[in-house]
């Protein structure tokens, strides 16, 4: 059974950092791509940041320079660092695995992150 499990999130300031963490189970987590995506109240899941296999990343807009991906491929895990915390960032943070070359996706259930003084 595929497991997906988001962590990390909480109430913080503007101008706050939270970690998030995403841990797999249940694959071969190093072919897959991991992104972190987001949905705010009454708005699209949107991706935010993705991280291959071997490292690289991508970012929206909104969070260069502000979040960094990364993941450990011998713990099944993936991070999302969030710095400079702005309320427009407040959303449910979702994680999700892709295996490009099959078409195999899977989502983690999600953390909230509220970003409020």
């Known amino acids: 059974q595929v497991q997906l499990v988001e962590s990390g999130g909480g109430l913080v300031q503007p101008g706050g950092s939270l970690r998030l963490s995403c841990a797999a189970s249940?694959?071969?987590?190093?072919?897959?791509?991991m992104g972190w995506y987001r949905q705010a109240p009454g708005k699209q899941r949107e991706l935010v940041a993705a991280v291959t296999s071997g490292g690289s990343t991508n970012y929206a807009d909104s969070v260069k320079g502000r979040f960094t991906a990364s993941r450990d491929n011998a713990k099944s895990t993936v991070y999302l660092q969030m710095n400079t915390l702005k309320p427009e960032d407040t959303a449910v943070y979702y994680c999700k695995a892709t295996q490009v070359v099959v078409g195999t996706n899977y989502w983690g259930q999600g953390t909230q992150v509220t970003v409020s003084s």
């Open positions: 249940g694959i071969s987590f190093r072919p897959y791509v």
